[in-house]
C-alpha cells in the first residue's frame, strides 16, 4: 500500500461497500461475486408476463441482489459510493459479450431503465446509464453493433424501493414514456434494456410496453443483479440473446 493511499486512508476513512474490509473502497472477495457469467432470471419476476401468452421478457443477470452484493447497491444508489459506478459497468462489459451472437446483425440499442427526476437529482444522474454504458462496450468487444441510448424518461412517481409488487406497477403506470425526439426512429429497432436490479420486473415491463408501442424490438433486458423469488427460484442455464438479424 502507498504512502499516499495510508495517508488518504487515514483522513477519509475507506471500507469496501460490500462486506466493510477497511482500506479497500471494493475487495476482491466482493469483486468475484460479479465475476462470472450471465444467467437468465426472469422466471423470479411476476410482473414480466405478458397476457398474450407470450411469456416473460428474457432477462440476464450477474448475481443475487442479497448480502454483500445488495449492501454494495443500496451504497452506490443511495449512499454516495459512487466510486462503485466504474467496476460494477465493468462488470457488466466483461459479461456482456457472452450475449453476441451475431457479429453482422443489426445495431443494438442498449436502453438504461429511467429513474425518477427526485432519484437523478439525489443521485447525480441515473447511475444506470454507465451500466447501458457497459453493456455496450461489452457487445462491440465481442464483434457486436450496439451502443447505449437513454431514449426513455420517468415523468413522476416515486422511488419503488420498498414497494411490493402491485404497487411498483402502479406507481409506473404512464410515468414511463419515450423521449418524443426520439419515437419517429425507433420503428423495427432492436432494443436491449438495462437495469440495476431485478425484483418485480415491473420497471423492466414498463420499458418494454412504451418501447413496444414506438415500435421497437425488445429482445431482453439485463441487470446487475436479481431478487431472489419467495420460493427461490432456481437460476435457469445461460442462453445466447435472441438474433437480432
Do not use: Y
Not at 38 to 67: H, N
Not at 131 to 147: D, F, N, S, T
Not at 178 to 201: E, F, I, N, Q
Request: proline share 7%.
Amino acid at each position: 500500500m502507498s504512502f499516499a493511499r495510508e495517508l488518504l486512508g487515514l483522513l477519509v476513512p475507506v471500507e469496501c461497500a460490500g462486506c466493510g474490509l477497511d482500506d479497500e473502497a471494493w475487495c476482491a472477495a466482493c469483486a468475484d461475486r460479479l465475476a462470472g457469467p450471465l444467467w437468465r432470471c426472469e422466471d423470479r419476476a411476476p410482473r414480466l408476463d405478458r397476457l398474450d401468452g407470450s411469456g416473460p421478457l428474457p432477462v440476464w443477470t450477474l448475481t443475487d441482489c442479497t448480502g454483500h452484493v445488495r449492501r454494495a447497491v443500496v451504497a452506490w444508489k443511495d449512499r454516495g459510493r459512487i466510486d462503485l459506478t466504474r467496476p460494477f459497468a465493468a462488470a457488466l462489459a466483461r459479461a456482456a459479450g457472452g450475449l453476441c451472437t451475431d457479429a453482422g446483425a443489426g445495431a443494438v440499442l442498449v436502453v438504461p431503465c429511467p429513474s425518477t427526476a427526485a432519484a437523478r437529482r439525489r443521485r447525480g444522474g441515473n447511475l444506470v446509464d454507465a451500466l447501458a454504458a457497459g453493456v455496450a462496450q461489452g457487445l462491440v468487444r465481442a464483434g457486436g453493433l450496439a451502443g447505449p441510448a437513454p431514449l426513455l424518461v420517468r415523468a413522476r412517481g416515486q422511488d419503488q424501493v420498498g414497494l411490493g409488487s402491485r404497487a411498483r406497477a402502479r406507481n409506473l403506470a404512464g410515468q414511463v414514456r419515450v423521449r418524443s425526439r426520439h419515437v419517429a426512429g425507433l420503428t423495427g429497432r432492436h432494443v436491449l434494456l438495462v437495469d440495476d436490479v431485478l425484483t418485480t420486473g415491473a420497471t423492466v415491463a414498463s420499458c418494454r410496453t412504451e418501447l413496444e408501442r414506438a415500435g421497437a424490438v425488445v429482445l431482453g433486458a439485463v441487470t446487475l443483479a436479481s431478487t431472489p423469488g419467495p420460493q427461490g427460484a432456481p437460476r435457469l442455464p445461460p442462453r445466447p440473446a435472441p438474433s437480432t438479424g
